[in-house]
């Protein structure tokens, strides 16, 4: 990964796991890529309708394409 994508991926699985550690040191990290306060809402809407899809899917024992599985 890039060091932008990598700032990106740090912070969506942060979001992801452990919402409540995310602190201004990381929407500072953000920021500093370029984001802007748009941004960065943005990729927060992004974390949050992947991860409400996977619970859901999980919640009802859906099973993703079975081309990732192979």
Known sequence: LTPRQRVLADFAATLSARPNDISDNDLDS???????????????????????????????QVRPDDQFFD
């Open 30 to 60: 953000l920021r500093n890529l370029g984001l802007d306060d748009g941004a960065i809402y943005e990729a927060i809407e992004v974390v949050a309708a992947f991860a409400a899809a996977n619970r859901f899917s999980i919640a009802l």
